[in-house]
T-cell receptor
Framework: SQQGEEDPQALSIQEGENATMNCSYK?????LQWYRQNSGRGLVHLIL?????REKHSGRLRVTLDTSKKSSSLLITASRAADTASYFC??????????FGQGTRLTINP | NAGVTQTPKFRVLKTGQSMTLLCAQD?????MYWYRQDPGMGLRLIHY???????AKGEVPDGYNVSRLKKQNFLLGLESAAPSQTSVYFC??????????????FGPGTRLTVT
């Protein structure tokens, strides 16, 4: 079963705008990771946030984690056409596996 | 470094045929994974391995078998393909998931169609 549920399923914005995607999960986690998938390609790791962290930044990416609400958000600032992709959250519950959500499909319009 | 590679990239099978998908990584990673991705879905874990000679079942293991005879290779087998196994298959590897701290590196995928 899917642990993470991304919201929205699809998002379309203008280039230069900010994009926010949300992820909710059901059980306790060790950490939460975000991945990007360009069309027809494998997933690429973007950022990891541990369960004892509340916010993390990497370039134009900002991730927040609220363990009390079992939710995370990914903010992409100043979006570019190259950011068009699907974005997945993945939760690490135990020692060996990640469980992926169904993803948010982001389209950046020029 | 080539990273994670998968062979083949595309394959069409008839129902009942068998095939093996090969995943290779050159990063000396301990952990390796096989996922399938269906349209509009996230990734579902089929089988995984925490080291050479070990394998374990994931979320959707039925109809698949795996082997990890060498640390760098992880094979996924379909003994008798079914149309429900039409999917894109991704292999991934990671250095150490003991603390869940390490990212997974993905291959480019194998697109399999079973008719």
């Amino acid at each position: 079963s899917q642990q993470g549920e991304e919201d929205p399923q699809a998002l379309s914005i203008q280039e230069g705008e900010n994009a926010t995607m949300n992820c909710s999960y059901k059980t306790s986690i060790n950490n939460l990771q975000w991945y990007r998938q360009n069309s027809g390609r494998g997933l690429v790791h973007l950022i990891l946030i541990r369960s004892n962290e509340r916010e993390k930044h990497s370039g134009r990416l900002r991730v927040t984690l609220d363990t009390s609400k079992k939710s995370s958000s990914l903010l992409i600032t100043a979006s570019r056409a190259a950011d068009t992709a699907s974005y997945f959250c993945a939760t690490a519950q135990g020692a060996q596996k990640l469980v992926f959500g169904q993803g948010t499909r982001l389209t950046i319009n020029p | 470094n080539a990273g994670v590679t998968q062979t083949p990239k595309f394959r069409v099978l008839k129902t009942g045929q068998s095939m093996t998908l090969l995943c290779a990584q050159d990063m000396n990673h301990e952990y390796m994974y096989w996922y399938r991705q269906d349209p509009g879905m996230g990734l579902r874990l089929i089988h995984y391995s925490v080291g050479e000679g070990t394998t374990a079942k994931g979320e959707v293991p039925d109809g698949y078998n795996v082997s990890r005879l060498k640390k760098q290779n992880f094979l996924l087998g379909l003994e008798s393909a079914a149309p429900s196994q039409t999917s894109v298959y991704f292999c991934a590897s990671s250095f150490d998931m003991t603390s869940g701290a390490y990212e997974q590196y993905f291959g480019p995928g194998t697109r399999l169609t079973v008719t």
